[in-house]
C-alpha cells in the first residue's frame, strides 16, 4: 500500500513537471491521494497519540512546503497541510457529544480549505469523512458521487481514477489487507513527500534553469 502511493504519487509529479502535455502521468497519479487519505484515517483511529499524530502532520506540512512551491505549484500549500486540517476536524468530530454539531465543523473548514489555495482543497476533507465514515459498498458508492460533483463542478475528469484503491478497499479486501502487510520502514513513509519534492525541484532548476519564486501574496490569498 504504502509503496502503491509513494509510487503513483512521484509518476503522477514527474508527469506534471517534465511532461505537462501527456495526461496518462497524471492518470496514474490520481491513485495516489486516496491512500494516503485511507492511510490517515487508519493512523488517526490506531494512533497511540493524536496530539502527537498531528504534530507530526504539522512538521512534514512545514518541511514540505518550499520544495513543494519550488517543484509544483509557487503559490499553494501543499497536500500536508490538507491532510493536516482533515485529520484535526476528525479529532474534533470524535470530540463532539452528537453528531449533529459536526455539521457547522465541517462546513467551516470546508469554506477554509476553500477559500486558501491548499492542494485538493475541500475535496480533501471530504474524501477523508468518506473514509472515517462510509463502510462496504458505501464507500465507493460515496467516493463515486464525490467525484462527480467535482467532475461536473470543477471538471475535474482526471480525478474519477482516484475510485481505483477505493475499490480494492471495499470489494476486495483480503487483497488489500495483503498489501497493508507489507509496509516500508517508518521513516521513509515519513520523509518521502518532502524529499522527493526537494530533489524533483532540484532537477527542474539544473534541466530547464526554472529557479520559480515563492508567491506569498497568493498563498495567503491576498
Not at 65 to 93: E, M, R
Not at 162 to 170: D, E, H, K, V
Not at 185 to 212: D, M, Q, T
Request: glycine share 4%.
Amino acid at each position: 500500500m504504502q509503496i502503491l502511493a509513494m509510487l503513483t504519487m512521484l509518476i503522477d509529479h514527474i508527469g506534471y513537471i517534465f511532461f505537462p502535455e501527456d495526461i496518462a502521468w497524471r492518470y496514474v497519479g490520481r491513485i495516489a491521494f486516496p491512500i494516503y487519505c485511507y492511510g490517515l484515517v487508519q493512523g488517526h483511529i490506531h494512533t497511540s497519540s493524536r496530539p502527537k499524530y498531528l504534530f507530526r502532520l504539522l512538521i512534514i506540512a512545514i518541511i514540505s512546503q518550499i520544495p513543494y512551491n519550488l517543484a509544483i505549484n509557487p503559490g499553494g500549500w501543499n497536500v500536508v497541510f490538507t491532510l493536516l486540517l482533515s485529520a484535526t476536524v476528525l479529532v474534533i468530530l470524535d470530540k463532539l457529544p452528537t453528531p449533529w454539531l459536526g455539521i457547522p465543523v465541517v462546513i467551516a473548514a470546508i469554506a477554509l480549505m476553500d477559500y486558501f489555495p491548499i492542494d485538493y482543497n475541500a475535496y480533501g476533507l471530504l474524501l477523508v469523512l468518506i473514509f472515517r465514515y462510509a463502510k462496504s459498498y458505501w464507500l465507493v458508492v460515496a467516493h463515486l458521487a464525490l467525484n462527480l460533483f467535482y467532475m461536473f463542478y470543477n471538471y475535474w475528469v482526471v480525478q474519477m481514477l482516484s475510485i481505483l484503491p477505493t475499490l480494492l478497499i471495499a470489494l476486495a479486501p483480503a487483497l488489500w489487507g495483503y498489501l497493508e502487510r507489507h509496509r516500508v520502514p517508518r521513516w521513509v513513509w515519513w520523509s518521502f513527500y518532502p524529499a522527493h519534492l526537494l530533489i524533483l525541484a532540484l532537477f527542474k532548476g539544473v534541466i530547464y534553469n526554472e529557479w520559480v519564486s515563492i508567491e506569498w501574496r497568493t498563498l495567503l490569498n491576498l
